[in-house]
């Protein structure tokens, strides 16, 4: 199962707060797609995906300050 968080337009931190909180509603191997504006997300959530032990699929820039991140639940 894929599950989107679309996130734009909130400041840093909530961005990984609503991302934490969503992927503790997905089981193991389903993924949450991230889309966020926020310019310290693009640190925060893949760090954060690696110090759960999730694995990061996509990370791409969208835009000049928008970006999506696909993390799979471990």
């Not at 509603?25 to 893949?46: A, K, M, R, Y």
């Not at 694995?55 to 970006?67: F, K």
Request: aromatic content about 6%.
């Amino acid at each position: 199962m894929k599950k989107t968080l679309e996130v734009l337009g909130m400041v840093c931190p909530f961005p990984l707060i609503e991302a934490k909180e969503a992927m503790k509603l997905l089981n193991s191997g389903d993924e949450l797609e991230v889309q966020f504006d926020c310019t310290q997300g693009t640190e925060s959530i893949p760090r954060w995906a690696a110090e759960e032990g999730h694995e990061v699929v996509t990370y791409e820039q969208l835009g000049e300050a928008s970006w999506t991140i696909t993390v799979k639940k471990k």
